[in-house]
């Protein structure tokens, strides 16, 4: 369970929050070494704060997910034949099992650019999901990167996500 936490806030960082991790990167740092520091600093109101963003991360990025796959099937694509069309498009050596038709470029194309404005939406969600918890993006970036560095904060994170009996 922690560990698709894990993945789904790596993955949320990834392709939700854009270029924040450039702005945590950017934040001046006091130590040499800043994910010592960082692990050494989780507290457990940072661990609890981490978990409510967290999982808040979650639902949003399932939200991003669905309204992807609506968006491409609205348009007429599959999510396949997007995925395969999306994939030729970023490296030229992975061409598409058939050719794309000119009708398929412009179905593509504006999938593309509504996509866009999710991912932007999205990017709001998640910066504005993090705060709400009372953290700021670079820190719980921080967070994020001390727990998976660390099993012993694996295991706290873990034990805070296992529902109340």
Do not use: W
């Not at 194309?109 to 999205?122: G, H, V, Y």
Request: with cysteine; proline share 6%; glycine share 4%.
């Amino acid at each position: 369970m922690v560990k698709h936490i894990l993945a789904s806030c790596s993955l949320a960082v990834l392709l939700g929050l854009g270029g924040l991790p450039a702005l945590a990167q950017q934040k001046p740092s006091t130590s040499p070494s800043p994910a010592p520091a960082a692990q050494q600093s989780v507290g457990e109101e940072d661990l609890k704060k981490f978990v409510g963003a967290a999982k808040k991360l979650e639902v949003i990025s399932q939200e991003r997910n669905s309204a992807i796959a609506q968006t491409v099937q609205k348009e007429g694509l599959s999510l396949e034949r997007f995925r395969e069309i999306y994939l030729s498009k970023q490296n030229p050596k992975a061409t598409p099992k058939k050719e794309v038709s000119q009708d398929e470029q412009q179905k593509y194309d504006r999938a593309i650019s509504q996509l866009a404005q999710i991912q932007k939406d999205t990017q709001t969600k998640m910066g504005s999901a993090v705060q709400s918890e009372g953290l700021d993006v670079p820190r719980f970036l921080q967070i994020l990167e001390a727990i998976q560095k660390t099993p012993d904060l694996q295991k706290k994170v873990e034990q805070m996500l296992k529902p109340a009996k």
